[in-house]
């Protein structure tokens, strides 16, 4: 035994190296070695001062794609067995739900219980409201379990059903329940899906093919929260209620308002009059695609780590920390640390949690094909736990068993976990008419006026709104909320009284008010948030004055959130929308106004006009100089500022014969080498065929996709100096192969003679 220990060491210190000289570079799938859980707790690069256990792990566990606490501090973990075919998705009842808990905070599970086997396709999962609410396309269950026996009291009941399948990456997935009572989660831009209740016609349904999606446990009202992004596998709420969501291929990170438009991978924007969609908060980069997203607002981890985003990287694999700096009613996604190098390119970790304990909880779903097109170990995953090393354990927590008054208590935990745990049993109550509301709005009203920060008055107000404080008897406590000292009880007060679109009418001149004066950005930007939730009177006074604003020109998120609320106007009451237009201080607006007025249908982009022609050229040029786009498909030319961590133009064939090309005539210099240099892109779902021709002749031909292409971007180099001396017409074509995802992206497209 002695002999194989300094081998094992050799072995892991070899693995590490590799993988070190792996990271930064992208990868679908990889050749590494399977890593038994302690082997891998032993390649990680754990930060100073912490530890890392192994919470649970196969044989327990296989293909976990989900995990939540649950009030008695357990976790629930969601098996997808059924991921690998996604593609060609068979009704096969394959995931579980299994029951772990640690009875001595030791962060290791010690015992392990079934809850249901007989789910299609899971892909998220919450608990609350005396049940488990789980993503399970095409529909959003509720299994109830009322008496919290861990037996499902019913089969699941569909709560929803028309959730898209046609990309299993980007179904509903990332449940989390927001400090106003309801259930949060993400959906990306492949996958298309026309929700609504059971039974419910076309026309009484919501279309969906990317953003951030809520649904309220006690009124069952589905709404869209916001639209755009591209996969979002992460989404969390700040100590202030501000949502943020981490994505993959664009930038990973985004401050997530209702009602915004953001921007969104490879499709157009639903509403083609956006115009400036939303983009990244972030100033930095990884490689492209993260999942998970979770604050971390407990005190177990040293003071510098609260109120940082930990979040995972799953082409890094790593674990990754941000923390947000305010700017104007939004924040800058600054770089705190790569916290966690795991060193194996099997750990593919895209979910976390933060448990009762303070520890960070991450899951692996752990396979070198990290995409999920195959499974190269199957029945493999783990739950890790990385805790301060020498942290205090802690006594397993029991929300259910408590008093109203304790959970009323709790919302002064330094751990939010307790907080958000205690809110939604204090919601739950109040539903089912099991709370003793007199002591509650009690104890609530005095912590409000005690509270001396905003968070603090923020769980205080959140407390209060889901157990009914501010019902419509008594809604002019809310109303007294407007003019607090507190910008954030101010914003939040309006987020609330707009909350079911039927606010009273004594608040309108009070917003007209705070539109035309409040000093705070970020209450400007509720307001702006809450116009579209408004009666048609409110809105013009309300998004008149937020128009004059000076200091908000360069603002990332006003103006752009006070044309959404704009635009479903325009055409409606074109005169007072011209009158905006000639008044405001924002000079986009004014623009946009004039640009809505004089369009038409969106335009058809086999069929484009001479001004959207200009665009396409002019986008063109500034990547691929001299050259000319014809026959654009899909989409148009679209410009992105970031994809894959780059700017680049997109294209796509204009059908399944007629790609889309790149042309230009030029003379190529006697005496040199010229070289045409291009760097280009494929869908992360998707291929194409690059062709390039030099006078009809095919100098080049190959597929570009992710089995073809070893990096992010093909750098191809094709040789033109034995056209030295002659005119030249180069054609690079983006040609359709078959028929899926046939977009091209482009980086450059240089000419270089030496």
Same mark, same amino acid.
């Given at each position: 035994?002695?002999?194989?220990?300094?081998l094992?060491?050799?072995?892991?210190?070899?693995?590490?190296?590799?993988?070190?000289?792996?990271?930064?570079k992208?990868?679908?799938?990889?050749?590494?070695?399977f890593?038994?859980?302690?082997?891998?707790?032993?390649?990680?690069?754990?930060?100073?001062?912490?530890?890392? @256990?192994?919470?649970?792990?196969?044989p327990?566990?296989?293909?976990?794609?989900?995990? $939540?606490?649950?009030?008695?501090?357990?976790?629930?973990?969601?098996?997808n067995?059924?991921?690998?075919?996604?593609?060609?998705?068979?009704?096969?009842?394959?995931?579980?739900?299994?029951?772990?808990?640690?009875?001595?905070?030791?962060?290791?599970?010690?015992? /392990?219980?079934?809850f249901?086997?007989?789910?299609?396709?899971?892909?998220?999962?919450?608990?609350?409201?005396?049940?488990?609410?789980?993503?399970?396309?095409?529909?959003?269950?509720?299994?109830?379990d009322?008496?919290?026996?861990?037996?499902p009291d019913?089969?699941?009941?569909?709560?929803?059903?028309?959730?898209?399948?046609?990309?299993?990456h980007?179904?509903?997935?990332s449940?989390?329940?927001?400090p106003?009572?309801?259930?949060?989660?993400?959906?990306?831009?492949?996958?298309?899906s026309?929700?609504?209740?059971p039974?419910?016609?076309?026309?009484?349904?919501?279309?969906?093919?990317?953003?951030?999606?809520?649904?309220?446990?006690e009124t069952r009202?589905?709404?869209?929260?916001?639209?755009?992004? @591209?996969?979002?596998?992460?989404?969390?709420?700040?100590?202030?209620?501000?949502?943020?969501?981490?994505?993959?291929v664009?930038?990973? *990170?985004?401050?997530?308002?209702?009602?915004?438009?953001?921007?969104?991978?490879?499709?157009?924007?639903?509403?083609p009059?956006?115009?400036?969609?939303?983009? $990244?908060?972030?100033?930095?980069?990884?490689?492209?695609?993260?999942?998970?997203?979770?604050?971390y607002?407990?005190? $177990?981890?040293?003071?510098?780590?609260?109120?940082?985003l930990?979040?995972?990287?799953?082409?890094?694999?790593?674990?990754?920390?941000?923390?947000?700096?305010?700017?104007?009613?939004?924040?800058?996604?600054?770089?705190g640390?790569?916290?966690?190098?795991?060193?194996?390119?099997?750990?593919v970790?895209?979910?976390?949690?933060?448990?009762?304990?303070?520890?960070?909880?991450?899951l692996?779903?752990?396979?070198?094909d990290?995409c999920g097109?195959?499974?190269?170990?199957?029945?493999?995953?783990?739950?890790?736990?990385?805790?301060? /090393?020498?942290?205090?354990?802690?006594?397993?927590?029991?929300?259910?068993?408590?008093?109203?008054?304790?959970?009323?208590?709790?919302?002064n935990?330094?751990?939010?976990?307790?907080?958000?745990?205690?809110?939604?049993?204090l919601?739950?109550?109040?539903?089912?008419?099991?709370?003793?509301?007199?002591?509650?709005?009690?104890?609530?009203d005095?912590?409000?006026?005690?509270?001396?920060?905003?968070?603090?008055r923020?769980?205080?107000?959140w407390?209060?709104?889901?157990?009914?404080?501010?019902?419509?008897?008594?809604?002019?406590?809310?109303?007294q909320?407007?003019?607090?000292?507190d910008?954030?009880v101010r914003?939040?007060?309006?987020q609330?009284?707009?909350e079911?679109?039927?606010?009273?009418?004594?608040?309108?001149?009070?917003?007209q008010?705070?539109?035309?004066?409040?000093?705070?950005?970020?209450?400007?930007l509720?307001?702006?948030?809450?116009?579209?939730?408004?009666?048609?009177?409110?809105?013009?006074?309300?998004?008149n004055?937020?128009?004059?604003?000076?200091?908000?020109l360069d603002?990332?998120?006003?103006?752009?959130?006070?044309?959404?609320?704009l635009?479903?106007?325009?055409?409606?009451?074109?005169k007072?929308?011209?009158?905006?237009?000639?008044?405001?201080?924002i000079?986009?607006?004014t623009?946009s106004?004039?640009?809505?007025?004089?369009?038409g249908?969106?335009?058809?982009?086999?069929?484009?006009?001479?001004?959207?022609?200009?665009?396409?050229?002019?986008?063109?040029?500034?990547?691929?100089?001299?050259? /000319?786009?014809?026959?654009?498909?899909?989409?148009?030319?679209?410009?992105?500022?970031?994809?894959?961590?780059?700017?680049?133009?997109?294209?796509?064939? *204009?059908?399944k014969?007629?790609?889309? @090309?790149?042309?230009?005539?030029?003379?190529?210099?006697?005496?040199? @080498?010229?070289?045409?240099?291009?760097?280009?892109?494929?869908?992360?779902?998707g291929d194409?065929? *690059?062709?390039v021709?030099?006078?009809?002749?095919? *100098?080049?031909?190959?597929?570009?996709?992710?089995?073809?292409?070893?990096?992010?971007?093909?750098?191809?180099?094709?040789?033109?100096?034995?056209?030295?001396?002659?005119?030249?017409?180069?054609?690079?074509e983006?040609?359709?192969?078959d028929?899926?995802?046939e977009?091209?992206?482009?980086?450059?497209?240089?000419?270089?003679?030496k």
């Amino acid at each position: 035994m002695k002999t194989l220990i300094p081998l094992l060491c050799i072995s892991i210190l070899a693995i590490t190296s590799s993988h070190a000289q792996n990271r930064g570079k992208q990868h679908r799938t990889s050749d590494a070695p399977f890593l038994t859980p302690k082997e891998a707790v032993a390649n990680m690069s754990i930060p100073d001062g912490f530890d890392v @256990s192994i919470y649970t792990s196969e044989p327990h566990i296989g293909e976990p794609i989900a995990f $939540t606490f649950d009030a008695r501090g357990r976790v629930w973990v969601v098996e997808n067995y059924n991921y690998v075919n996604r593609r060609s998705h068979k009704n096969e009842q394959l995931s579980r739900i299994q029951i772990f808990e640690d009875t001595d905070s030791d962060g290791v599970f010690d015992t /392990k219980k079934l809850f249901h086997d007989k789910i299609t396709f899971a892909s998220g999962i919450a608990i609350g409201y005396g049940g488990v609410y789980l993503g399970a396309p095409p529909n959003l269950v509720f299994i109830p379990d009322a008496n919290r026996d861990d037996i499902p009291d019913a089969e699941p009941e569909v709560l929803l059903d028309g959730w898209g399948m046609q990309d299993r990456h980007e179904t509903l997935n990332s449940f989390i329940w927001g400090p106003d009572g309801w259930l949060y989660g993400c959906q990306g831009v492949f996958t298309h899906s026309l929700i609504g209740k059971p039974g419910a016609s076309k026309n009484d349904r919501i279309y969906l093919d990317a953003g951030i999606w809520r649904f309220h446990p006690e009124t069952r009202e589905f709404e869209i929260f916001a639209r755009g992004l @591209s996969n979002p596998w992460g989404f969390d709420f700040n100590d202030l209620g501000h949502g943020f969501a981490t994505c993959c291929v664009i930038p990973h *990170l985004f401050h997530i308002v209702q009602g915004g438009i953001y921007h969104k991978q490879s499709r157009p924007n639903l509403n083609p009059y956006t115009y400036a969609p939303i983009q $990244t908060i972030r100033d930095h980069t990884h490689l492209s695609a993260h999942g998970g997203a979770r604050f971390y607002l407990a005190d $177990t981890f040293p003071s510098e780590y609260r109120d940082q985003l930990f979040m995972c990287n799953i082409h890094e694999h790593a674990v990754l920390a941000d923390y947000m700096e305010p700017n104007g009613s939004t924040y800058i996604g600054r770089h705190g640390s790569d916290f966690m190098p795991t060193n194996d390119l099997a750990w593919v970790g895209f979910s976390m949690e933060i448990g009762p304990d303070g520890g960070v909880y991450i899951l692996d779903w752990h396979d070198t094909d990290i995409c999920g097109n195959a499974i190269n170990f199957p029945k493999s995953g783990r739950i890790y736990r990385i805790m301060p /090393k020498n942290a205090k354990r802690i006594a397993r927590p029991n929300i259910p068993s408590l008093t109203d008054l304790e959970l009323c208590q709790l919302q002064n935990h330094p751990n939010d976990w307790f907080v958000r745990q205690a809110r939604t049993e204090l919601h739950h109550r109040t539903i089912s008419g099991k709370l003793n509301q007199k002591v509650v709005h009690k104890a609530l009203d005095e912590f409000f006026v005690s509270s001396k920060t905003s968070p603090k008055r923020l769980r205080a107000l959140w407390a209060q709104h889901v157990t009914k404080r501010f019902s419509k008897d008594a809604e002019e406590r809310l109303i007294q909320l407007l003019s607090h000292s507190d910008q954030h009880v101010r914003a939040w007060a309006i987020q609330l009284l707009s909350e079911d679109k039927t606010p009273p009418s004594s608040i309108k001149s009070i917003l007209q008010k705070l539109a035309q004066s409040d000093p705070s950005p970020t209450v400007r930007l509720y307001l702006a948030a809450a116009v579209p939730r408004l009666p048609l009177e409110y809105r013009f006074p309300i998004l008149n004055a937020l128009s004059q604003h000076t200091e908000d020109l360069d603002d990332p998120k006003l103006p752009r959130m006070i044309w959404f609320a704009l635009e479903p106007l325009v055409t409606e009451h074109p005169k007072k929308a011209l009158a905006l237009a000639a008044q405001t201080k924002i000079p986009f607006l004014t623009e946009s106004v004039a640009r809505r007025m004089i369009s038409g249908s969106p335009q058809n982009y086999k069929k484009p006009n001479q001004s959207l022609r200009a665009k396409w050229a002019k986008a063109i040029e500034a990547i691929a100089p001299g050259f /000319k786009v014809v026959n654009v498909g899909e989409g148009g030319v679209l410009a992105l500022e970031s994809f894959r961590n780059e700017k680049a133009i997109q294209t796509h064939p *204009l059908d399944k014969k007629t790609p889309c @090309s790149l042309k230009r005539q030029l003379q190529i210099p006697k005496g040199k @080498s010229t070289l045409l240099k291009i760097r280009c892109s494929y869908h992360p779902h998707g291929d194409w065929q *690059l062709r390039v021709l030099a006078n009809s002749k095919v *100098l080049h031909d190959q597929i570009v996709s992710f089995k073809t292409v070893k990096s992010e971007w093909l750098e191809l180099e094709v040789d033109l100096t034995k056209f030295a001396g002659q005119k030249v017409d180069l054609t690079l074509e983006n040609r359709p192969n078959d028929w899926r995802n046939e977009f091209g992206f482009w980086h450059s497209v240089r000419l270089v003679s030496k």
